[in-house]
């Protein structure tokens, strides 16, 4: 088994957010919390949002933005069975333009 982490990409504008009603947000909670459930045995970490965000360089720190908003780990055969458990993930529906990229973490050598 490899783990894989999912970082979830929103394509949500500032309006877009602001039309989304608390009945569509509380149906995409539920949404979720099923995926969540149907997948458990795969989750390594449900993850978070992914909010404040700071970029370290050479030259120092500064906050960024961009469209990552959340991740999760999973532990999946393959990368292709990884990818498959994301497929039908509830995110992807919420807004036009929303993905999910899935990356393996091989274990570190030795």
């Not at 970082?7 to 009603?21: I, R, S």
């Not at 909010?51 to 908003?69: M, P, Q, S, Y």
């Not at 999760?72 to 036009?96: K, N, R, W, Y």
Request: with cysteine; hydrophobic share 45%; net charge negative.
């Amino acid at each position: 088994m490899a783990r894989f982490l999912a970082l979830f990409n929103g394509a949500a504008g500032e309006a877009d957010k602001v039309d989304l009603t608390d009945q569509r947000q509380t149906e995409f909670l539920h949404a979720w919390a099923a995926w969540a459930q149907a997948n458990e045995k795969a989750i390594v970490d449900p993850g978070a949002p992914l909010n404040a965000k700071k970029l370290v360089t050479a030259r120092g720190v500064e906050d960024f933005t961009d469209a990552l908003t959340a991740y999760t780990i999973v532990e999946a055969g393959s990368h292709d069975e990884a990818v498959q458990i994301f497929s039908g993930h509830p995110h992807l529906g919420l807004f036009a333009g929303n993905s999910i990229a899935v990356l393996e973490c091989p274990p570190p050598p030795g």
